[in-house]
């Protein structure tokens, strides 16, 4: 088809088959991407509620449900040895071992 058949299409055909191409194109972007979801081949756990513990306390009970990475840094507020704040976890609320949870513990 050359260039002079292409301009004598009605615009309307045109502008369908660019939806058309446009929604075929994003459907195998998003298949493409929807097949990488299986893996995420660790599943997560809920982050248990430690604020407020001590820190040993903290500690056991996120390492009872296996094996997590833990940082503790110390922050100039709140009772000395007792978790102000947890970040780090998955936006879903869970963490597995492959996240590394930060502890704010206070020092006061």
Not at 21 to 45: E, S
Not at 78 to 105: C, W
């Amino acid at each position: 088809m050359n260039l002079r058949q292409l301009r004598d299409r009605p615009p309307e055909l045109l502008a369908a088959a660019g939806v058309i191409g446009f929604t075929l194109l994003l459907a195998l972007v998003l298949f493409v991407l929807g097949g990488r979801a299986h893996d995420a081949d660790v599943r997560g756990r809920p982050v248990p509620n430690v604020v407020g513990l001590p820190v040993a306390a903290a500690r056991r009970l996120l390492e009872a449900g296996g094996p997590v990475k833990l940082r503790i840094v110390h922050v100039g507020y709140g009772r000395a040895g007792v978790v102000q704040r947890v970040q780090g976890f998955e936006f879903d609320g869970t963490y597995n071992s492959r996240t590394t949870l930060v502890l704010q513990v206070g020092t006061r």
